[in-house]
């Protein structure tokens, strides 16, 4: 599932900082790499859980690798999120209005008048 790829990619700190990075724009594999103290390596295997999750495109041009990144997947993400809040929301105000009823109930059982068992007419 798409969503779960998402999600698991943003995670980690390491790939947040490298999706950070490339909001301001395309950049060289290793200029992505360079401000993380971790081995190229590690960092190539960061973008390709990325890349995985179609949060990052890369662009090869002879040796260079190029990447950039793609926003379609975090417009899904936003879109799951939206709905779960509607959801949740929804559920939220319903149990919040049976609560009030039940307190109103309560409330009215406490200051009704009880009927004395010792009077007699």
């Known amino acids: ?3 779960d790829d998402t999600l698991i990619a943003l995670a980690d700190e390491t ?5 950070k990075q ?12 360079e401000p ?3 081995s190229l390596n590690s960092v190539s ?7 995985r999750a179609g949060l990052v ?5 002879g040796r260079d690798h ?7 997947p975090f417009d ?16 939220l105000d319903l149990l919040e209005a049976a609560l009030r009823a039940e307190d109103a109930i309560e409330k009215a059982r406490k200051t009704s008048p009880q009927p004395n068992p010792r009077r007699k007419k």
């Open 15 to 19: 790939r947040r900082g490298i999706l």
């Open 66 to 72: 190029f990447l950039s990144l793609d926003p379609k």
């Open 45 to 51: 295997k960061h973008i390709r859980l990325l890349e």
């Open 76 to 91: 899904e993400l936003t879109e799951w999120m939206a709905k779960t809040r509607e959801f949740w929301n929804s559920r």
């Open 36 to 38: 993380f103290d971790i």
């Open 22 to 33: 490339l909001a301001s724009g395309e950049a060289r594999v290793t200029e992505v790499a």
């Open 57 to 61: 495109r890369r662009r090869v041009s």
């Open 1 to 3: 599932m798409q969503l």
